[in-house]
Structure formats: C-alpha cells, structure tokens
C-alpha cells in the first residue's frame, strides 16, 4: 500500500502536466479533461515517488507532472508490477496494461527537461472503475482475484412519476430484488420522458463504471416511449438475447408482451437492462434474468472467463 503524492493533467499532449488537488477518473477513459483519457490501453500513467526523487538527486529540479505522468505515489516500483495487475484508490480501480512505452521522436518533455524516465520506471493503465481521488488518498494492490463490487443503479421513465403525480413502484421493486441478490444500490432516480436527460444519466452511471444499469418503464409504443432509443444511444454493443429472453418469457402470461421494445447493451463496462414500468412485471422479467447477469458483468469487466459450458 502507497499514498498518492500528486496528480497532474495536460490538455494537449505533448506538454508537461501540470499537479491538481484532485481528478474524476471515468471509466474507459481517464482522467475527466486531460489530454491522453480516451478509448485506448494508455488512459492513465504512473510514476514512483523515489524515482523522481532519484532523478532530483542529479541536479535536475523537476516537477510533478514533468514526466508526462498523472500519477505519482510513494510506496511503489511500478515498473515491477506486472501486466495485469490492478490498483485502486477510493472507488476507482486501474489495471496495468504497458510497462514503459517509447519516446517518440521529438519528445517534448525530453526537450524541455533533458530525460525522461518514464520508458524505464512508469506504467500505463486503463480505468476499470471511475471515481473522485484527491492527493493523499491511499493507492493499494488489488488482492489476486477480488472482483470489482457488484452494484447496480435504477432509472425510471415517468413523466407522471417525475413530477410527483405518480408513486414509483416499479424502481422499489427492482431495488428490492437487486438487494436481495447481492448487489449494492449505488442510485436510483426517476426522470421525464426526455431522451437527453436518460442519456445522460446512463452516460452518467456508465462513466463511474457501475455495473448493471437498470431502467423501468417507456418501452411501449406512446409517443413518449423512448427509453429503447436512449439506450441504443448510448450503447457501444448490444446484448439481444436479454430482451428477448424476457419477451418469451412474457409471451406464457400475455401475448401483448410482443409489443415491448426493450433493449439491453453495454456501455463502457456497465450492463444496461430496460425493464417494463409495472412492478408485477418486473418481478417477472427480472427474477428470470437476474441470475444470469451477474456472470456477464464479471466477463465484461475482465473478472470471469467467457460463458462457454463445457
């Protein structure tokens, strides 16, 4: 276990970071504003403390941040830890993914500070699980096959119910169930209607990373039933099997069931699942789903091997 010493950010690449008190690392990404966050393998950089503190020690003054790097700790020989292996400050967990990189040609940082050492001693990661961390947050190894936490947020799609003219039934219901499975509630709201508003709110949960997404109501065929179109908005993959799943499930009740249009696909590392707005079906549709989620979760987020039975 270390303690991170700085964090810094860039918003062009090329440059020398610059330390803040604090970041929003989001999942898939980086950290929230700095110049090398994207869908790639590199989103984030580690650097140890004694290593700058050694590089000092030649005469050099350099900063934090000089090295291109976004986070500095003590405690650690980054460059030992192999590929794979996963840190985590607060809520937001990495995993190491490169040991050292190139320098390109005309390294500005080269340039600027007359060495960089962070092809010898850092490490690059990509971010499993979003979250605030601020300096002198505690950094730790992630003990050998602990799996990220099981959590879940709820949506629910309600004009009536956003404005207080409708008690939510629905959102409890699927709290309840989620609970009783194992799985932490980390939020759960009830918004308009709004396309962009349950976008963003999906994006939202997605970028913290947690894992299942849950959404109830507007899957029907009213004209403010667009709970589907926000999802595959939003959706990088779909995962069809689901909804059709509990469509043929509620095919045995109601032959009406085929009219539901729900969507299920992933974003990022979170699963996102509509559900119908009656609680009576969402008992239905997720008690029949709900214990098989669990084991896509794990594969999406690289804690499970792939479904295949033998």
Not at 174 to 196: C, F, H, N, S
């Amino acid at each position: 276990m270390g303690k991170i010493q700085a964090l810094c950010v860039s918003e062009k690449k090329g440059t020398l970071k610059v330390p803040v008190d604090s970041v929003l690392f989001q999942t898939e990404w980086g950290i929230e504003g700095d110049a090398h966050a994207g869908k790639w393998h590199r989103q984030v950089s580690f650097l140890g403390l004694k290593e700058i503190e050694d590089f000092r020690k030649l005469g050099v003054d350099v900063k934090f941040g000089s090295f291109g790097e976004n986070v500095v700790a003590e405690g650690f020989r980054f460059k030992e830890l192999p590929v794979g292996t996963r840190l985590r400050a607060g809520e937001a967990w990495f995993e190491i993914t490169q040991i050292g990189k190139e320098c390109h040609k005309g390294c500005a940082i080269r340039q600027q500070v007359g060495d960089c050492i962070m092809p010898r001693e850092g490490v690059f990661a990509r971010v499993l699980r979003g979250g605030p961390v601020k300096v002198g947050d505690e950094l730790e190894l992630v003990p050998a096959g602990e799996k990220l936490p099981l959590d879940a947020a709820i949506i629910t799609a309600s004009d009536k119910g956003s404005r207080g003219e409708r008690v939510d039934k629905s959102g409890p219901k699927v709290k309840e169930m989620l609970e009783a499975a194992g799985y932490r509630v980390a939020d759960m709201t009830i918004l308009p209607d709004d396309q962009a508003a349950l976008e963003g709110k999906m994006q939202e949960y997605a970028a913290r990373g947690i894992g299942l997404i849950v959404t109830t109501g507007g899957t029907g065929f009213s004209p403010r039933d667009i709970t589907p179109e926000a999802t595959l908005a939003v959706c990088e993959r779909l995962a069809p099997g689901i909804p059709e799943a509990m469509r043929a499930l509620s095919m045995q009740v109601t032959h009406r069931a085929m009219l539901s249009r729900a969507q299920a696909g992933i974003c990022r590392r979170s699963l996102i699942v509509n559900l119908p707005g009656s609680a009576k079906a969402v008992e239905e549709c997720l008690g029949f789903i709900l214990p098989e989620l669990q084991h896509g979760i794990e594969i999406l987020r690289g804690d499970a091997g792939e479904c295949g039975r033998k």
